[in-house]
């Protein structure tokens, strides 16, 4: 039997569209792109999750000179977010970016890798991880859980 996997995004023309709290979040995930180790992509990322306290952490890639070594932005972010609160949901996780010499201008969303990871958190929380997504400026995309972005994700439940 044949089947169609379709998933639902929002598109926004700019970041005032998004709540004042999500503005906040969207903000800090752009402060973050400042504490990235980029020297060799010189791409550099933030992400920013609001937990369930409300409280907002970052994270940022940080790259190493052996290049597969490096991490990005998202799973700074969950490794840090894991690591000092084990006990608390991500309710949101913004991601922008700054590309030096380039604009900052259109959305970018997570590599795989990074999708398994918040596929995996939302998982181990069982509550949806809302992802938004958008550069200094300009479009904003938004997805209600990271199952959006993973179909056929690997599902861990089935090693426990
Ligand atoms: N990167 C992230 O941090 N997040 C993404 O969603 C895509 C890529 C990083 C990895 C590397 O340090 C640089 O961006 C260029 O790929």
Redesign the pocket.
Known sequence: MHHKFEFEYDLLDDSNQLSVVDQELLQAAIKATETAY?PY?N?K?GAAARLSSNAIIIGS?Q?STSFPV?I???RALLNSVGSQFPLEKIQTIA?SYEPLGKPSIEP?S??GM?RQSLLDYENRFKAPIKIIMAGKSGKVMVVQSAMNLLPFGFDGSILL
């Open positions: 980029a992509s791409f990322v890639n790259e490096g990005c932005a998202e991601i970018i997570p590599c990074c």
